[in-house]
């Protein structure tokens, strides 16, 4: 006879394994998350400094020429 606890146990192990599985599933691009982060962030500090790139590189904490490369990169 099964106990509770080994019941609880078997319908652990299957949420274990289901996460499992939809993980495997998923396909995680690190560059593309950073890309999207990074295009957001360039365009909320340009629209508060008011587009002026200085201003939201400092924003930013960024050199204006990175700034400006990472602008071209991402045709901003």
């Known amino acids: 006879m099964r106990t509770r606890i080994q019941e609880e146990q078997d319908a ?3 949420v274990i ?3 499992q ?3 495997e599933q998923q396909e995680i691009d690190l560059q593309d998350s950073v ?3 990074e295009i957001e962030q ?4 340009l629209r ?3 587009h002026n790139q200085t ?6 904490q960024l050199n204006r020429t990175t700034l400006l490369a990472k602008m071209k ?3 901003l």
Request: aromatic share 10%; no cysteine.
């Open 17 to 19: 394994q289901e996460l």
């Open 35 to 37: 890309a999207q982060l």
């Open 42 to 45: 360039i365009s909320r500090a």
């Open 12 to 14: 652990l192990w299957g």
């Open 73 to 75: 990169k991402y045709n």
């Open 55 to 60: 201003n939201a590189a400092k924003l930013l």
């Open 21 to 23: 599985d939809y993980v």
């Open 48 to 50: 508060a400094a008011g």
